[in-house]
Structures are given as structure tokens and as C-alpha cells.
């Protein structure tokens, strides 16, 4: 079957030969060349414009969900395809292929992956004209790709990054009749200020256009009430809250199963390896040990506390406060406090992550050790859900998005400790499911937690809340997405959810966070 988009590119290379042709054909009987030309283009156009709408029978269940960055980083546009493709659509999901998606994701036969590349633009010249390159470069690559596709009733995408992707997105919709749905994480101009400057003028271009082109998608999403209310106070956009929802790969790890993730990650992180002759005689790990007999796991007594912090490596996460805190907690346990050593995974990829690793490097810590990896999909719940304690340093760029790594944690039952910024409390309240913190010496302070045999407490506080978040979850999506002005009993739902959520952790939450005093 040849591509829609390669039937389009046929038919209007012909279109212009052919009006050439007629042009010259027609220029000694008197009539106008120009305006057969034109004639001929209209026909043709037209014809076109036929063959883009061109409906059969599964186009109603056809979803494209689409992503100007990398998939495999951006877990809730992943949630989204699965979600819709549990209710019968047939998804096609757009985006880079830097690291690979999900299992589920690559699984599921009713999502059908197709990949864009990165254009990087021009390498020499300046960088307003390098980033124009890319912006025009980036447009026809995506317009092509998303022509060329089946016709689809729905277009999903997630902003940022918005460009060029809405302007894109929103032309062929209109082209071929889709509905167009944008999923507003956050707003790209704020992002674009953090490293270039409120008054740079990409960023004040960037701006308008979100501000034009936002508008115009026929439905719209959004994660917080902030954003709902913002966007409806300065863009004149009517959003549907969609809370995130931690995926049910999040959930407490099996002793068996860290033991494995550990022994795993010993491989290529010297942190989690036994020392001494305790790796010789056993299998063992600075966490866990196997017992050569019954051949069960068994934490270790000595075992350092597992810190874990996961991040984009980019200008709205502050790590040195992380860093600072951690030398703080270095000084305690010099100074005598009776606290375990500490290990502390940051996982992800980004543009400032080299810089980091330099001042970790620089750090002369003995009792906290400090790595960088970069996990799998399928390994970074597990880690998750072995780790005695998250930290979140996501400050939001615009003060209106919430910072999904923190509801992963949740899902995880691991105690968060979050920093503070403009509508956290829509998902952190302080000292009822988590801890919140202005600066590295309160963190620092919150980072003493004591381990204990209870660390982990698998009674039914945990099962019962996050069985709550799994059972909306995709029917809060499936309600939005096909009928997203009826949404408020699905909203009503996910705010009687987030208020249970909170009593529920309520007590086992406290009685993991054991502070010194």
C-alpha cells in the first residue's frame, strides 16, 4: 500500500507538470496561461485534499500520540498509548528513539511505534540561524511523517516541546479533519528562559508562539489546577486536569528481586558491590546477601542507606543543593551522629549531566558514595522500589507543573522529600505523605533517616492506595480523551483519590521517616 503522504507528493508534482504542460499547450488558442494553471491546480488540489480525508472503517480508532523528544523519556505520553490502546484504539506513537520505550509499550499490539529523527541544524554560522534551520528542517520532516500515516481520528501531543510540533500538528489536523488534543506539561518558553534569559528574543518568540498557536487545538489537557486556571486566565484555553498516575510496574520490590538488581548494577557500579571476602564466599552485595544453604535473601545489618533522585539533568533542577546536603550528612556522622552510610543513585540523561559528575568527582566524601548511572525502563521501577528515600529537586519553570517522578516514587511507597515551589501541594503536603524543603541545610536535616527491620512495610496501607490511583487510571484518560467536556465526574474522582491518597499514607509514611533528633 503506498503512503498517504507519497500519494499527496505524486499528485501535486503532477499537478504542477501537468499545468505546465496545458500552460504551453493552450498558449496560441488565446486563453490565459496563468489562469489554466491555476484551473488545473484547484482540480487537482482538490483531489488532494479528498485523498487526506479519505475515511474507512478503523479510522475512528485510530490515535496518533505523538512526542517532539525522546519516547522512552516521557513515561505519561507512554501511559496515554496504553491506556487508549486498553480501550480498543489503534495508536501510532511519534517521536525520538534515543532510549528504548517501555516493555508494555513494545508489546502491545495495538501500538504501532514510528520514529523521527533529532535535526540538529546547522553546525557553523550563528545560533539564531542554526535554530532556524532546525525549526524549518524539523517542520518538514514532521509534516511529512504525520501525512504519510493512516488518517487518524485524534492527534495527542505533548507540550513542551511545542515547536515546531503545534503549528505542525494543528495544520494537519485541519488538512485532514482530526481533532487536535494538546497534553500541556508545562509551557517551553519558561524552559527556554532558564538558560537563555525572560528577555531573549527566541524566548519572547517562543512565547507567542504558544500563546498563538496553544488556542488552537480542539481540546486540551493539563496536569495541575494551576495550569488549568492559567491557562484559562491568560491564554484563553479551557483545559481538563489529568493528574498523573504511577503506572503498575511502580510498586515495592521483592527482597529476591532487589538482590538481583543489585547484583545487576555491581557490574558497572563499584557502590553496590560487597567489599571484602564477603563477595568471595557468598553471593553478596553492599545491600543484600544470599544464603549459600536455603539459598534465600537477606538484607544485610551493615547495609548503607539507599538514597535515589532521578533527573533531565536540566536548569530547573538545582543538584548542588542535593550535593551540598549530602557533605552536610557527611558531617554529622563525623561528628558522631549515629547514622549508616549512604549511597545515593541520580539516574537520567541530560545536557548538564557532565557538569555534575565533575563536582561529584571533586567531593572528598568517605561515609556517602555517589553515582551517576542511567537505568533501563524495566529497572528503574525496581530501584525505585528498593530505595529507602527520594528526593525531588524539580522546580518547576513555571511554577505549574508537577514533577512525575515524585507520584513514581508514590506508587513505590518511598518517602519523598521534595523541594518547594508555586502548587507542589497539589500532590506533596508536608509531613503527611512527604517531606518539603527550601534549601540544602533542611534537606540535609531530613536526610537522617534511620533504617530499621520495618523499613518497608508491606501492609495493606500500601496496597490500598495505590490499588486506588491503578483503578482511575485509564479510565480517567478514556473519559477525557473521548468526551472531554463531560470530564467533572472523572476530576472529581481524581480529587477524592489525591485527599484519600493522603490519609491513607498517612501512617505508614511516618513510620519510615524516623528523624533524629
Known sequence: MVPYGSTVALLSVFSVVFAVFVSCFVADSGVTGPGVCLAVAAGILSMCWRRLRQRDAGSDRRVCVLVLGDIGRSPRMQYHALSLS?????????????????????KEEKIRIVGISEVKGLRAGPKLLTYV???????????????SLELQAHILMQNPPGLPGIAVAWLVCVLRGST??????????????????????????????EHL?????????????????????NWGVEATTLYDRPASIF??????????????MADTQPQFRAS????????????????????????????????????????????????????????????????PSLVCVITGKGPQKEHYK???????????????????????????????????????????????KVVDMFGCCLPVCAIHFHCLQELVEHEVNGLIFRD?????????????????????NAAAFTTLLMQTQNMQLYQCFCNINEADDCLESSFSIQRRFSVISRPFERSRLLLCV
Not at 213 to 233: E, I, R, W, Y
Not at 287 to 310: E, Q, Y
Not at 440 to 448: D, G, R
Open 251 to 264: 510498586r515495592e520490590t521483592p527482597l529476591d528481586l532487589q538482590h538481583q538488581l543489585f547484583l545487576k
Open 86 to 106: 486498553k480501550h480498543g484504539y489503534q495508536v501510532t506513537f511519534v517521536g525520538f528513539l534515543d532510549s528504548k520505550p517501555h516493555q508494555d509499550v513494545l
Open 440 to 460: 540544602s541545610a533542611e534537606l540535609a536535616q531530613q536526610l537522617k533517616v534511620r533504617r530499621s527491620a520495618e523499613a518497608r512495610p508491606a501492609g495493606p
Open 358 to 404: 565533575k563536582l561529584i568527582a571533586s567531593l572528598r566524601l568517605e561515609c556517602v558514595k555517589i553515582c551517576t548511572p542511567w537505568l533501563e525502563a524495566e529497572d528503574y521501577p525496581l530501584l525505585l522500589g528498593s530505595a529507602d528515600l527520594g528526593v525531588c529537586l524539580h522546580k518547576s519553570s513555571s511554577g505549574l507543573d508537577l514533577p512525575m
Open 180 to 209: 487536535f488534543i494538546i497534553d500541556w506539561h508545562n509551557y517551553g518558553y519558561t524552559i527556554m528562559a532558564l538558560s537563555l534569559g525572560a528577555s531573549h528574543p527566541l524566548v519572547r518568540l517562543a512565547k507567542r508562539y
Open 133 to 147: 534551520t532546525k525549526t524549518v528542517v524539523q517542520s518538514v520532516q514532521l509534516l511529512h511523517v504525520l501525512l
Open 276 to 339: 571484602g571476602s564477603d563477595s568471595e564466599e557468598t553471593e553478596a552485595t553492599a545491600f543484600t546477601v544470599r544464603n549459600p544453604g536455603d539459598g534465600g535473601v537477606t538484607l544485610r545489618s551493615d547495609r548503607p542507606a539507599l538514597l535515589i533522585s532521578s533527573t533531565s539533568w536540566t536548569e530547573d533542577e538545582d543538584f548542588s543543593i542535593l550535593l551540598d546536603s549530602l557533605q552536610e550528612y557527611e558531617g554529622f556522622i563525623r561528628g558522631g551522629a549515629p547514622l
Open 213 to 233: 498557536f496553544g488556542p488552537l487545538a480542539s481540546h486540551s489537557l493539563c496536569v495541575t489546577n494551576a495550569m488549568k486556571d492559567d491557562l484559562q486566565k
